[in-house]
T-cell receptor, first 114, second 116 residues
Framework: EAEVAQSPRYKITEKSQAVAFWCDPISGHATLYWYRQILGQGPELLVQFQDESVVDDSQLPKDRFSAERLKGVDSTLKIQPAELGDSAMYLC????????????FGPGTRLTVT | AQKITQTQPGMFVQEKEAVTLDCTYDTSDQSYGLFWYKQPSSGEMIFLIYQGSYDEQNATEGRYSLNFQKARKSANLVISASQLGDSAMYFCAMREGLGAGNMLTFGGGTRLMVKP
């Protein structure tokens, strides 16, 4: 069964360092999402791509976060510099186009900033 | 205002019994979709069930059913015959509008614990 791949699964970094996460969606899924999930809360959307274009990045802290999906397939989310409050689970999801299609989530990257 | 509200932070259920997890939503759109996801301690989000705003029948998927009451804006998840493996966080989510790939807004989740 096709899955969304993410790496790394766990990342520990010191504050002020740069960190990057990678996501490979299910083949054929045009829409890709990055979510941040703080412990004990539901996921919150950071950025949504349709193919290689950003559809929604209104919740992305653009002073330190960046995201790209250059060829409309895999995607990278970067944080520079990392802050203590960035400690969270970063989830990637993908879906087919269409309102009724569910989003398939990857296993997530658990980030700890020390 | 919260778009998705899950009022039960945690719930216990006896194995083999049914349990209802509450979810209320707020939207002014006529077209929207409601989703339930399960998140075990390992962290991955697992899709359980979907209900469209125009669907007249309540959605069902195996032991999962969605009690959709449109006028009350509620979309409760019912799990029948609970199993130990059902212990997890459960999130209700909503997608608004007709646009393809619209974002999901999640509730705060309910932690379900199944007792043997």
């Amino acid at each position: 069964e096709a899955e969304v791949a993410q790496s790394p699964r766990y990342k520990i970094t010191e504050k002020s360092q740069a960190v990057a996460f990678w996501c490979d969606p299910i083949s054929g899924h045009a829409t890709l999402y990055w979510y941040r999930q703080i412990l004990g809360q539901g996921p919150e959307l950071l950025v949504q791509f349709q193919d290689e274009s950003v559809v929604d990045d209104s919740q992305l802290p653009k002073d330190r976060f960046s995201a790209e999906r250059l060829k409309g397939v895999d995607s990278t989310l970067k944080i520079q510099p990392a802050e203590l409050g960035d400690s969270a689970m970063y989830l990637c999801a993908s879906s087919l186009m269409g309102q009724s299609y569910e989003q398939y989530f990857g296993p997530g990257t658990r980030l700890t900033v020390t | 205002a919260q778009k998705i509200t899950q009022t039960q932070p945690g719930m216990f259920v006896q194995e083999k019994e049914a349990v209802t997890l509450d979810c209320t939503y707020d939207t002014s759109d006529q077209s929207y979709g409601l989703f339930w996801y399960k998140q075990p301690s390992s962290g991955e989000m697992i899709f359980l069930i979907y209900q469209g705003s125009y669907d007249e029948q309540n959605a069902t998927e195996g032991r999962y059913s969605l009690n959709f009451q449109k006028a009350r804006k509620s979309a409760n998840l019912v799990i029948s015959a609970s199993q130990l493996g059902d212990s997890a966080m459960y999130f209700c989510a909503m997608r608004e509008g007709l646009g393809a790939g619209n974002m999901l807004t999640f509730g705060g989740g309910t932690r379900l614990m199944v007792k043997p």
